[in-house]
């Protein structure tokens, strides 16, 4: 079992930036790759970025290219999601997700999911 938690999330405006921290605990962090997702009211949970088990890989949605980066710490058992540029729409429910696989951009690849953290984009 790995346990996730997310913080970081809260009310910033448009154009603003805002850093997603996931603190993973249970098995060997390093073992998983990681992902970020977020879900919107009304909308499914959608695929926002990856990062291999060792960090030397990253993927991206097309829709925040250049403008959020994820990273990860093995040693601390953390995942960060920087966001910068935000926009109203981005306004979600933002998720880290764990599987001991590749990368996967669907939500159901994934094993173990944190509680989510809100973010609010206000324009």
């Known amino acids: 079992q790995v346990q996730l938690v997310e913080s970081g999330g809260g009310l910033v405006q448009s154009g603003g930036s805002l850093r997603l921290s996931c603190t993973a605990s249970?098995?060997?962090?390093?073992?998983?790759?990681m992902g970020w997702f977020r879900q919107a009211p009304g909308k499914e949970r959608e695929f926002v970025a990856a990062?291999?088990?060792?960090?030397?890989?990253?993927y991206y949605a097309d829709s925040v290219k250049g403008r959020f980066t994820i990273s990860r710490d093995n040693a601390k058992n953390t995942v960060t999601l920087q966001m910068n540029s935000l926009k109203p729409e981005e306004t979600a429910v933002y998720y880290c997700?764990?599987?001991?696989?590749?990368?996967?951009?669907?939500?159901?690849?994934?094993?173990?999911w944190g509680q989510g953290t809100q973010v609010t984009v206000s324009s």
């Open positions: 997700a764990a599987r001991t696989t590749y990368y996967s951009q669907l939500p159901s690849a994934y094993e173990y």
């Open positions: 249970g098995r060997t962090f390093s073992n998983y790759a």
């Open positions: 990062i291999s088990w060792s960090g030397g890989t990253t």
